[in-house]
C-alpha cells in the first residue's frame, strides 16, 4: 500500500488554530513483541522536545508558534500496549497486526498547508469526491451472535462466583476493500458526537477515530475523566428507558467508582470528586449515560504514571479492572487492537486522550472495527449482542459511503448530533 497526506484538521488530537500547519518532526512506534519499555521511550522522546510530561501538575509555557517550534505530540496505545503498561494479560493476539501498540508523533509548526503524515493509497476520485474504486466487502465478525451470548452468559456465570462485579466484552468484524479508503476515513472521523475525531496513519496502516469518550484530560493542574456506560435508540421513548433502567445505572455507577479509585492513584488527597453523574448525551443514533470524575493532580504525577493509573480504561474493561481483564483474555477470539485503547493530544500545557471506542483500523487488505458492551449480572445475552450491532451501525454505514443503503444485519445509518458509551 502506497501512502499520501491527511488533511491537517484531521490529524488526531492536533488543536484546531493550529492544525493547518504542522509538520511531523520526530516518531516512535511500538508492539508488543518488541520487547523493551514503550513508557520509557515515550515519556524519552516527549521531554527531548520540550513537552512537560514528567510533572503534568506543572504545565510549562510553549516555546512560540514560529517555524520549527514544537506544537504538541499525538498520542496512541492501542488495548493491548494499555494492558502491557499495568502488567494485565493483553488476551488473544490483534487481527491488524500492522498497526503498532503505541505511537507518539511529535508536530511542529511549519508554514500552513498539509500535514506530513498518511492515510492511504490515492485513488481516482469521482466528482463528488468519493475514489470511484472504493469497494468494501461483507462484513465476516470473528464470532457469531450465538458465540457473543454464550460469552456474556460465562462472564454472568464468573459474577455469580463472586469473580468479577462487571466485564466488558467486545466483539470485532472485518471487511476486505479494494481502492483508496481516504474518504471512507474521513467518514468516521465526522460522524456526530465524535469528539476524539482524527486520524493517525503509519507505513501500511490507519486508525480513524469517532469516540466521544474522555479517558483522561490534564489541564491547569487538574485531571478528570468522563466515563460513558448506558446505551439505548435516540429516541424519547429510548431516553426514557436509560434514565429509568435500574441495570444501566448499577453498571454505570460501579465504573463511576472504579474511576473515582483510578484518579486517587495519582491526585491530591481528598481532592477527587464526581461533577456530573449519568447525564444522557447524544452519539449518531443512540442515547448514552456519561458521567464526570476529577480531581487536583498530586505533584510529581508524570506522563507515564497517568497512564498506568487509568488505562485500559474501565469502561472498556470492567470492576475489579485486573480480574476483568482476565475474563477478557479468556473470552474474546481476537484482540482488541487499536479500539478500546486511547488516543489523543499532549501538549504544553496539559493533555487529552480520548477512549477509542467508535474506532476502525485498516490495513493493507482489510477494515477492522470493534464494538461491545459492559456485562453485569442483570444483562440479557442477547440484547448485549443486539446493543453491539447498534453501537457498529453508524461506523459500518460511514464506512460503506455517503449513499450507501444499510446491508442486512446492520444498524441504521447514522443519525443527528452530540455525543456519547463504551466500546
Same mark, same amino acid.
Given at each position: ?16 488554530? =493550529? ?29 527531548? %522536545? !520540550?513537552?512537560?510530561? #514528567? ?9 512560540? %508558534?514560529?517555524?520549527?517550534?514544537? =506544537? ?21 493476539? $490483534?487481527? /491488524? ?19 506530513? $503524515? ?29 458465540? %457473543? ?15 468479577? &462485579?462487571?466485564?466488558?466484552?467486545? #466483539?470485532?468484524?472485518?471487511?476486505? &476493500?479494494?481502492?483508496?479508503? $481516504? ?12 469528539? &476524539?475525531?482524527?486520524?493517525? /496513519? ?6 480513524? =477515530? ?19 456506560? !448506558? $446505551? ?51 452519539? =449518531? ?44 483474555? /479468556? ?9 478500546? #485503547? ?29 464494538? !461491545? ?16 450491532? /447498534? ?11 455517503? %449513499? ?20
Amino acid at each position: 500500500m502506497t501512502w499520501r497526506d491527511v488533511p491537517a484538521e484531521r490529524i488526531a488530537g492536533a488543536p484546531h488554530a =493550529c492544525a493547518h500547519r504542522l509538520h511531523e518532526r520526530a516518531r516512535i512506534e511500538w508492539r508488543t513483541g518488541d520487547g523493551d519499555d514503550p513508557a520509557v521511550r515515550m515519556e524519552a522522546l516527549l521531554d527531548r %522536545h !520540550g513537552l512537560p510530561v #514528567g510533572d503534568l501538575a506543572r504545565p510549562v509555557a510553549p516555546s512560540g %508558534h514560529g517555524p520549527g517550534a514544537v =506544537c504538541g505530540a499525538t498520542l496512541f496505545v492501542s488495548a493491548a500496549g494499555a494492558a502491557h503498561l499495568i502488567g494485565a494479560p493483553a488476551g488473544a493476539a $490483534t487481527p /491488524a497486526p500492522r498497526v503498532p501498540d503505541l505511537v507518539a508523533v511529535v508536530w511542529q509548526h511549519g508554514p500552513g498547508g498539509v500535514a506530513s $503524515t498518511g492515510v492511504a493509497s490515492p485513488g481516482v476520485a469521482s466528482p463528488g469526491g468519493e475514489p470511484r474504486d472504493w469497494q468494501l466487502g461483507p462484513w465476516q465478525p470473528s464470532w457469531s451472535p450465538q458465540q %457473543h451470548a454464550e460469552a456474556v452468559s460465562r462472564v454472568r456465570e464468573a459474577i455469580a462466583r463472586g469473580d468479577v &462485579y462487571q466485564v466488558n466484552v467486545v #466483539g470485532h468484524a472485518a471487511a476486505t &476493500y479494494t481502492g483508496d479508503p $481516504t474518504a471512507a476515513l474521513r467518514r468516521v472521523v465526522a460522524l456526530p458526537g465524535a469528539r &476524539y475525531a482524527g486520524v493517525l /496513519a503509519g507505513d501500511g496502516w490507519a486508525v480513524a =477515530c469517532a469516540s466521544p469518550e474522555t479517558l483522561v484530560r490534564v489541564a491547569q493542574g487538574r485531571v478528570a475523566t468522563s466515563p460513558i456506560k !448506558g $446505551t439505548r435508540p435516540a429516541t424519547a421513548q429510548g431516553r426514557r428507558e436509560l434514565l429509568s433502567s435500574v441495570k444501566e445505572r448499577a453498571e454505570h455507577v460501579m465504573i463511576v467508582d472504579l474511576e473515582r479509585n483510578d484518579l486517587a492513584r495519582v491526585a491530591k488527597t481528598g481532592s477527587v470528586r464526581v461533577e456530573e453523574l449519568f447525564a444522557v448525551r447524544r452519539w =449518531c443514533d443512540l442515547w448514552q449515560a456519561e458521567s464526570q470524575v476529577d480531581a487536583r493532580l498530586a505533584d510529581g504525577v508524570g506522563l507515564v504514571d497517568l497512564l498506568r493509573a487509568v488505562a485500559p480504561g474501565g469502561s472498556v474493561t470492567g470492576a475489579p479492572k485486573r480480574a476483568a481483564l482476565a475474563q477478557i483474555a /479468556a473470552l474474546e477470539p481476537v484482540g482488541r487492537g487499536p479500539s478500546m #485503547g486511547a488516543l489523543g493530544w499532549v501538549g504544553h500545557d496539559g493533555l487529552d486522550l480520548g477512549l477509542t471506542i467508535r474506532t476502525v483500523a485498516v490495513d493493507a487488505e482489510r477494515v477492522h472495527l470493534w464494538a !461491545g458492551g459492559g456485562i453485569t449480572w442483570g444483562s440479557d445475552p442477547h440484547a448485549e449482542v443486539a446493543e453491539a450491532d /447498534a453501537k457498529a451501525g453508524p461506523l459500518r454505514a460511514a464506512l460503506a459511503g455517503p %449513499h450507501a443503503g444499510v446491508a442486512a444485519g446492520d444498524a441504521p445509518p447514522a443519525a443527528a448530533p452530540p455525543r456519547a458509551d463504551a466500546s
